[in-house]
Structures are given as C-alpha cells and as structure tokens.
C-alpha cells in the first residue's frame, strides 16, 4: 500500500479532501467573471469568520507578509512600535519591524509566558506609542493570550493594535469588532483548512485613516490599491486562483460547521491531547488549560531525545509533528490539532508516541494514552 501520511504539525494543517479536489479543477483566468465570483464569495465568508464589517484584504503570500503588510502601511521610518512578545512570533515582529527602520519598543516575556494585560498598559503609557504588535496564538509555546483583554488596554490608550492570529482564526475565539482589533492577520494554511499560499488583513476605520500619514515604502503591499481592486472583486497582481476557490470550499465547511462549533471542538482536541501526554507520565510544555486549543507541547522524558523521536514518527510511522526550539530542541515536540483534526488523529499520533516511546527505552505504560484521550474528548463533548 501507499504509505499513508498523517500531518499534525500546528501548520500547515490537514486539507479537507473535497478542498483538494477544488485546487485540481481547471485553472480560471484572474480577470474573468468567474474569478470575480470566487473573490466575491471569500470576501463574504472571510468577514464571517473574522467576525467583521470590515474589509479583509487577500494576499498571495504566507502570514508573515501579510503581517509586513501591516506594518509598511501602518508605520513611518524612525517610529516607534510597541511589540509585545512571549515567543518565536513575538520576537519575528520584533526584528520585521527593526528591519524595516522603526524603533521597537518590546514588552518581553519568557517563552511560555502570556502577556499581561496591566503590564501592556503601563508599557503604553510609559513610551506614547500608538501601535502595538500582538500574537494570539504563540506558536511555538501554545499559549493562546487573553486577547480580549490586551486590546481593550489598546483601545483605552488609543492605540492601533496589530494582531497576528495565523494559528488562532478559526481555531480559538477572536471577535475582530466587538473586542475591537484594528488589524488582524492570519494565513490558509491553518485552521483555515487550506493548503498553503494565501494571506489575509482585517483593516478597521482607524487603521484606514493611519495609512494617509504612514509613509514606510510599499508597492506590492499596498492597502490602497488593494482596497480599490477588492471592491470590484479584483485583486492588483495575479492572485493564487486556484488556492481562493479551494479556501471558498474550506470556508463554507467552517461555517457549516459554525465557528462557535470549531471552538468547542478545537478545545475538546486540546484537553484529549493533554490527558494523553499526562497519562504517559510526560511533562506538558503547553499550558494545561483550556486556552491550549491550538497545539499541545510536551517534553520526552529523561534519555529520549526529541528530535529522534519526531524522525522516527515521520519516517517509521507517517507521522508528521513539529519540533522545539533553542535549549529545547532536544526535549520539546508538539502536536498541532488545528484545523480539519479530529479525536482520531489525536488518538493515532498519541499512540505512536506511545509505541515509539516504548522501543526508545522510556517508561510508559502501553495503552494508557489513547485511553486518556479517547476519555477525555467524550467528556468534553458530553459537557
Ligand atoms: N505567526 C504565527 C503565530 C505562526 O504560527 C506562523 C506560522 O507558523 C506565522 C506567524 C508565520 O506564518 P507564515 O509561515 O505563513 O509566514
């Protein structure tokens, strides 16, 4: 049999096979009614799911340009940029924005650490910032902040805030307009189901307004000209044609589903995925708590490295998970349940843990994690 593969990496995620399908029908020309029609249909379904009135802009690029998008027209040269950050993310924003010539003034926490809300307040007021940079979803930890919280401190100070919700739109609650965010940015290929390529902007009135004074240079990146073509159902360049008719596809399987629907469900996945790690007697590096929607991090017990761990996963089992960083690499993986994931692809990557775990000399008990699991997502769904 064809070796069957199974990818659980907190990005890129699973692609339903009906979206698959939609990326192989013949390519469609970017200045014809039809691609008039699929821009039109995502830029409806995208507001749904942003839960905004406001435009959201669609970019042939990964999240990270889309975030540079922001940031060029959003900021001048030499002005200071308030970035908070907790982990990989937080600090790419960090250097993004050093790089592009602003002054960054961080708010640094510890990896694993969530930012506070009072802190980000004082840091406000302390430096007069007026735009502040903020991940949701911090990917390399799996902490989810309380971005409710953080924005309103925002709003009080006047503050534009730049929201990177690449792994958490769609997976994790975000009410763009009733918590207020100016801009949020996230990509396809998370817990939007589909495959790589695509970026989006959520841009409020008062981020609108900024653009006329931010003077950063911008060409492809231009919000203004990009506005202009959407409101037409167009787009400047040449889009990723084949990739908007598949998100449309993903998109209506998302609301179908319901977003409040994808939260408990993205929850349910966390807390079955913790009960697993916990009852092999493993270390989460995640925090145990529902917030951890997004991925679960554990650390391998003593004398199983990490790194030898996933190989094996991926080219014994078919098994792809990610890895850890820095000073962790050789202890931390985690397991993504992002997107189109459900109990048994939890159960199935926690159970060649298990059994790789196993021939690797740790002490685990066979069984127990995909018991756990199983347990664990039923009284969740039961609640
Ligand atoms: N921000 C977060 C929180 C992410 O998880 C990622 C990707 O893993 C990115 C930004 C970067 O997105 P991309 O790789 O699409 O540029």
């Known amino acids: 049999m064809a070796r069957k593969r199974y990818l659980l990496t907190p990005g890129p995620t699973p692609v339903p096979p009906e979206v698959l399908a939609a990326m192989a029908e013949p390519v469609i020309h970017h200045r014809s009614p039809d691609f008039k029609r699929v821009l039109a249909e995502a830029r409806v379904h995208l507001r749904d799911v942003f839960r905004t009135r406001n435009e959201v802009l669609v970019f042939t690029a990964s999240g990270t340009g889309a975030f540079e998008s922001a940031l060029v027209n959003l900021l001048s040269p030499g ?9 990989e993310f937080g600090e790419r924003w960090q250097a993004m924005a050093s790089a592009l010539g602003c002054e960054v003034v961080p708010l640094a ?17 302390e430096s007069g910032t007026e735009v502040v ?4 979803s911090e990917t390399s930890t799996g902490v989810v902040c309380d971005l409710r919280s953080l924005l309103g401190v925002c709003r009080e100070a006047g503050a534009i805030s730049i929201v990177d919700a690449v792994s958490s739109l769609g997976a994790v609650p975000l009410e763009t307009d009733e918590w207020g965010a100016d801009v949020v940015v996230t990509g396809s290929q998370k817990a939007l189901m589909t495959p790589p390529g695509l970026s989006f902007a959520s841009v409020s009135d008062a981020a609108w307004a900024r653009t006329a004074r931010a003077t950063l240079p911008r060409f492809y990146w231009d919000w203004q000209r990009a506005r202009k073509q959407q409101e037409s159902d167009n787009t400047p360049f040449t889009p990723a044609t084949s990739t908007l008719v598949a998100l449309n596809v993903a998109l209506r399987q998302l609301l179908d ?6 939260f408990a469900r993205h929850a349910a996945l966390g807390r079955a995925c913790r009960a697993g790690i916990k009852a092999m007697g493993l270390e989460l590096y995640s925090p145990d708590d529902d917030s951890a929607a997004v991925l679960t991090g554990a650390l391998t017990p003593d004398g199983v490295d990490a790194v030898e761990l996933r190989l094996a996963l991926r080219d014994r089992h078919g098994i792809t998970i990610a890895g850890g960083h820095g000073d962790l690499v050789g202890r931390l993986f985690r397991i993504g349940h992002i997107g189109y994931v459900d109990r048994y692809d939890i159960v199935t990557a926690l159970a060649a843990v298990e059994a790789q775990l196993v021939e690797m000399g740790a002490e685990v008990e066979r069984g127990v994690a995909v018991a756990a699991a199983t347990d664990a997502f039923e009284a969740a769904v039961r609640a």
């Not at 589903?257 to 994808?262: N, P």
């Open 79 to 87: 002005e200071r940029v308030l970035a908070v950050s907790c982990g």
């Open 109 to 125: 926490y510890a990896w694993g650490e969530a930012p506070r809300a009072p802190d980000l307040g004082r840091a406000l007021s």
């Open 133 to 136: 940079l903020l991940v949701h």
């Open 257 to 262: 589903e319901g977003l409040d629907a994808a």
